[in-house]
């Protein structure tokens, strides 16, 4: 049953290796067997001092050239919201999105937040980038997606 080879693929640990990005270029992860976080990659304009994400080919600004970018893995919520109609791309229901500023550069960025606590955002949150196998493609592959997850986990007094 090869739909069924598919989905213990992706649940099982060290899948992430595995999968491919949703898309190429947007988070770098540790190398394997080394610890770290992933990073949010992105790009640059020197012309305009200016991050963008994602990488760009050129600046929407000044259409100059635009280098490549650690944007780092940190950020606070801008703003977000729980998404709890029938979500596209087989993510999980409900999913939150949001804009999250983050702390290397004050990049806003739109991004997937983690779908195992969308009801404990808050604006001003503390997040910090994860990379895990979530949903898919478009195309039905399943890929590793990034996301932004609270730094401090609610505790169960404050649950
Ligand atoms: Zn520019």
């Known amino acids: 049953m090869p739909a069924r080879l598919k989905e213990n693929t992706v649940s ?7 999968l491919p990005p949703v898309q190429e270029g947007i988070f770098s992860l540790p190398a394997a067997g080394e610890t770290g ?3 949010l990659l992105g790009g640059y304009c ?4 200016r991050y963008h994400f994602p990488r760009e080919r050129h600046c929407h600004r ?3 050239p635009v280098e490549g970018a650690d944007l780092g893995n940190t950020g606070i919520v801008y703003s977000f919201t729980a998404v709890r109609a029938k979500p596209p791309l087989g993510l999980p229901q409900p999913y939150g999105v949001g804009f999250v500023d983050l702390a290397a550069n004050g990049l ?3 991004a997937l937040l ?3 606590c969308v009801d404990d955002f808050k604006i001003g ?11 898919h493609d478009g195309k039905g592959r399943p890929c590793l997606r990034p996301y ?3 730094q401090q986990y609610p505790t169960e007094s404050e649950a």
Not at 125 to 135: E, I, M, N, T, Y
Request: contains cysteine; aromatic residues 6%.
């Open 12 to 18: 099982e640990a060290g899948a992430t290796d595995l």
């Open 37 to 39: 976080s992933p990073r």
């Open 46 to 49: 020197r012309a305009c001092e």
């Open 62 to 64: 000044c259409l100059g």
């Open 108 to 110: 806003r960025v739109f």
């Open 114 to 116: 983690d779908p195992d």
């Open 125 to 135: 949150s503390s997040v910090v980038l994860a990379v895990k196998p979530l949903g």
């Open 148 to 150: 932004f997850t609270l």
